[in-house]
């Protein structure tokens, strides 16, 4: 878990894989283009840390950052959060 005065980070209760982690501004926004872009460039700042961790601490081959908005797009919960999900299998290309 990870939490700071604007953030909190934790596992998904329903992980897609291990590690699946989702980071949450405090303050609410329904939708990313809610935000100010200041609070929304702090909320991908994090995610890209917690993405570095999180494929470190599984070992991780990849990772999917997703954040969806709206009903059409997926948006299950109506608050701006960020899914970072570590990937073990696929193709590479580094």
Known sequence: MYED???VAFMDRYPVNIGHTLEIPRKHYRMLVDMPEREAGALFELAA???QATVRA???KGFNALQSNREAAWQQIPHVHVHIIPASTGATSD
């Open 49 to 51: 840390r917690i993405a």
């Open 58 to 60: 599984v070992d991780a």
């Open 5 to 7: 005065e604007s953030h």
